[in-house]
């Protein structure tokens, strides 16, 4: 009995060290993005290989809503709109009296349309290889079962880890 309750214990401390560190992470993720966001950075997942092997597929471009147009030189990354919901990730790869020409890097071809300030986003300041795995599994239906289900669960378990065992009141002993 004394070994179970030792085991429990154990493992009691186990889960909440993970429930603490995974809270934590969160709390800090949530800090560090809005942070970028104050400072006009965003995160942009890329969705396709138009810019391999430099930025991989599921990347996570950090973007610079703040950068000077009229500074970019050729060479650069920068993300513009191609119509109203194509955001695009290319580099520059050279200048026309209409703006900058653009191609991805694993392309054949430069882009149709150069890019102008109307149509500028920003410049690529860095990217996380594959850190956007994650986000093209949650626009699944599973994905978002699973992130709702592991959801719920840290909020059980950090709900126990706060109320581990209601108080025994008197007259409940099981002994008589």
Known sequence: MENTHKLLKFLLSVC???YETIRTA???????ISILYIIGIRPYVVQT????PTIP???ICF???HADFASLQIGDIVAFRIGENTLVTHRISGKSE???ITKGDANEIEDNAPMTAENFVGKNIFHIPKAGILFFYLKTLWGKIAFVSFSLFLLFIGHMMDNPKPPEKEGDSCEK
Request: proline share 0%; glycine share 8%.
């Open 16 to 18: 909440r060290i993970i």
């Open 26 to 32: 969160v709390i800090l993720l949530a800090l560090i």
């Open 49 to 52: 290989g138009s810019m391999e």
């Open 57 to 59: 597929v599921a990347s």
């Open 63 to 65: 973007v610079n809503h």
């Open 98 to 100: 209409e703006g900058f």
